[in-house]
């Protein structure tokens, strides 16, 4: 069982920025992919970024051009750098690993994020 951990969450201003990580256990076999969503009191969660193993990347309109997602195979480790960072940003933000192979999900337990105004 793959276990994915966050980290990098925490409270900055409107403007700031912060970079998150996920650390998985292991390395999932075969073509995967592996990102970000996001879940806002009150709100369904989302898809924030997702990068696969053949280096794809998809963002959310809401993030483009201020997020980029990267993967580093070698570590089994996911970023996301987040800049310009706006209050309509904050929530809790959910690693995920997708196998193709097992059609399988995997989630990490969240990091709150919080951008004050």
């Known amino acids: 069982q793959v276990q994915l951990v966050e980290s990098g969450g925490g409270l900055v201003q409107a403007g700031g920025s912060l970079r998150l990580s996920c650390a998985a256990s292991e390395s999932i076999s075969g073509p995967n992919a592996m990102g970000w969503y996001r879940q806002a009191p009150g709100k369904q969660r989302e898809l924030v970024a997702i990068?696969?193993?053949?280096?794809?990347?998809n963002y959310a309109d809401s993030v483009k051009g201020r997020f980029t997602i990267s993967l580093d195979k070698a570590k089994n480790m996911v970023y996301l750098q987040m800049n310009s960072l706006k209050p309509e940003d904050t929530a809790v933000y959910y690693c995920n690993a997708y196998s193709v192979l097992t059609y399988t999900n995997y989630w990490g337990q969240g990091t709150q994020v919080t951008v004050s105004s």
């Open positions: 990068v696969t193993t053949g280096g794809s990347t």
